[in-house]
């Protein structure tokens, strides 16, 4: 290395060793935390005979020959089995962890002195995103354009998150329209949700909404806002939160939280053999 680059080197940030052995540990456990999920919803759902699956579909129009018009029609695409999508978004977390632990350590705590975490929000973009796709479909909603439609938006509003924290690195005073346009694409799959709810439950003759159904929507919807608060209380500073690692042990357990209600509350539902 040159005497420059080492210069450069020197002024790059950095966070304390004792600080940073304890996110080594914080991720390296949520690895093993979200693994072991990951594996325990596998096996449960597949213990389940059949696997408990929602039916995706596609929409369309086709041409009727008796009237001569165009009609709606829909026609099946797959089966989305609940059990594995569960799992899925655990894996995603474990696999996140494990890399910020030890591959992507370096690389991750220079971010972090920085107050970023790219990984963080791309591991939400993926695993989020599954999930809010995991409570629409247990909310009725099936057809493949919504389904995409909610993932994209859901993804969208995090890495919403990385460009507020890019375009805030070195500001006093935060520029909060990367957050205002991610709350935007947040609040989209809820209102779909929230519509697809509130349909069944005032269409005529319908059968009630599962007790679990509505308390997986209110706990995650309170969940995913309080990620939100998290964010807030960041960039305003308020008091433990003035410190930008304090606010990513907030992120890693509301993560844990918000996975675990979820699953849980679906293997309640669907799941139990």
Not at 180 to 197: R, T, Y
Request: with cysteine; hydrophobic share 55%.
């Amino acid at each position: 290395m040159s005497i420059a680059a080492a210069a450069i080197a020197d002024r790059s940030p950095s966070i304390p060793a004792e600080r940073s052995a304890s996110l080594f540990r914080w991720n390296a456990v949520l690895a093993v935390l979200h693994g072991l999920q990951f594996a325990l919803i596998l096996a449960l759902s597949f213990a389940r005979n059949p696997v408990v699956t929602s039916p995706v579909v596609s929409s369309y129009l086709t041409f009727d020959a008796a009237t001569r018009t165009l009609v709606p029609a829909q026609r099946a695409v797959f089966e989305l089995p609940i059990g594995p999508a569960v799992a899925l978004f655990f894996l995603a977390s474990a696999l996140a962890h494990a890399t910020l632990a030890f591959p992507a350590r370096a690389w991750y705590e220079r971010r972090l002195a920085r107050g970023q975490n790219p990984a963080r929000w791309i591991e939400y973009a993926v695993s989020s995103s599954v999930m809010i796709v995991v409570i629409a479909t247990l909310s009725g909603i099936q057809e493949i354009g919504t389904l995409v439609a909610i993932f994209g938006a859901n993804a969208a509003m995090n890495l919403f998150g990385w460009s507020m924290e890019a375009a805030n690195e070195g500001r006093q005073r935060p520029q909060w329209l990367h957050y205002v346009f991610g709350c935007v694409a947040g609040a989209v799959p809820w209102i779909v949700i929230g519509v697809a709810l509130l349909t069944a439950a005032t269409a005529p003759g319908a059968a009630p909404i599962p007790g679990f159904v509505i308390a997986i929507f209110v706990s995650l919807f309170v969940s995913f806002n309080v990620f939100a608060l998290n964010m807030v209380l960041q960039y305003r500073r308020v008091g433990a939160w003035r410190d930008y690692l304090h606010g990513e042990r907030v992120y890693m357990l509301l993560s844990l939280i918000a996975k675990t209600l979820l699953a849980w509350q679906v293997f309640a539902g669907t799941l139990r053999p």
